[in-house]
């Protein structure tokens, strides 16, 4: 493991608490938080009025919604079961 993975894999901290995290969290972290950045642009160009912070507030409502999105979809719940399938059978 190089030294840069060494520390990225460090420290994260969560609200109330810090943890240590593997490199693969950091970055899978981090591929979370550009996926967010990049769904609060597109509410933005929704409503471009709404300041950045409200916003981020409506991507974070958007989603604590989505599980019960999920539990009405069967269709939406059988793919992402796929997913988690296709991932667990890639891991090393």
Known sequence: ???EEQIKGAIVVFPEEIV???PELNRAAEL???KLNEFVNYIQTLDPEL???EATILGAAVLE???ELFRANPVL???IKTDCQTIRNNRQ
């Open 1 to 3: 493991m190089s030294q």
């Open 20 to 22: 240590f995290a593997s």
């Open 32 to 34: 979370a938080c550009q």
């Open 51 to 53: 300041e950045r912070h």
């Open 65 to 67: 919604s989505l599980p």
């Open 77 to 79: 719940i059988a793919g």
